[in-house]
């Protein structure tokens, strides 16, 4: 059964710095991995979709890695701002991808201003 | 991005009625919806998947007669909570997708569920 971490649970760094996001996963016979972002109380946008057969995706000031060996992705995000308060959760498709999503529990992220 | 439209996204009910969210897919038909439901500080976790035209498939210790679900178009799913009881208060989020494999999931904005 496929298992889904990330670390840290919460983070609080001062504006305008970089830092990165760990996600996890236990199968590595995935198809795709996806970076989400939830606001409070909000639905889930979608940031990242990153395919098994790629390293990386880029869009603006995230990127995200994908090691699928060792069953890790990142998400860096470059100059942080106090807009980027959220929540941000990592999922990998429970099957081909038809079948929904495995999501970890989330890293809730605040930017101090 | 795709467009996934879901209402109402908050709803206040009494314990024993029922209520009905539904979920839209707005540009694009959606041959399969996915149902989650979140607890706070918890993962996301799927209640079930919705075939168009066909019966949907629960995940185990989801009861089915409690959350029901139609797929009657491509384009709306609709979930039934119900006889609600405060338990089943919580957030609920629906996904839809084209059904080709490998794409990029795409959600509503959620339901926050009280049942007072």
């Known amino acids: 059964k496929q298992e889904v971490t990330q670390i840290p649970a919460a983070l609080s760094v001062p504006e305008g710095e970089n830092l990165v996001l760990n996600c996890s996963f236990t199968?590595?016979?995935?198809?795709?991995l996806q970076w989400f972002r939830q606001d409070p109380g909000k639905g889930l946008t979608s940031l990242l979709l990153i395919q098994s057969s790629q390293r990386e995706q880029t869009s603006g000031r995230l990127n995200a890695s994908l090691d699928k060996s060792s069953g890790r992705s990142t998400l860096y995000i470059a100059a942080s701002q106090p807009g980027d308060s959220a929540t941000y959760l990592c999922a990998v498709p429970r099957g081909g991808g038809a079948d929904g999503l495995t999501f970890g529990k989330g890293t809730h992220l605040i930017i101090q201003p | 991005g795709a467009v996934v439209s879901q209402h109402p996204s908050r709803v206040i009910c009494k314990s024993g009625t029922s209520v009905k969210i539904e979920c839209r897919s707005l540009d694009f038909q959606a041959t399969t919806m996915f149902w989650y439901r979140q607890f706070p500080k918890k993962s996301l976790m799927l209640m079930a998947t919705?075939?168009?035209?066909?019966?949907?498939?629960?995940e185990q210790g989801v009861e089915k007669d409690k959350f029901l679900i139609n797929h009657a178009s491509l384009t709306l799913s609709t979930l039934t909570v119900t006889s609600a009881h405060p338990e089943d208060s919580s957030f609920y989020i629906c996904?839809?997708?084209?059904?080709?494999?490998?794409?990029?999931?795409?959600f509503g904005q959620g339901t926050r569920l009280t049942v007072v």
């Open positions: 996904s839809a997708t084209d059904g080709r494999m490998n794409t990029e999931a795409f």
């Open positions: 919705s075939n168009e035209g066909s019966k949907a498939t629960y």
């Open positions: 199968d590595s016979a995935i198809y795709n």
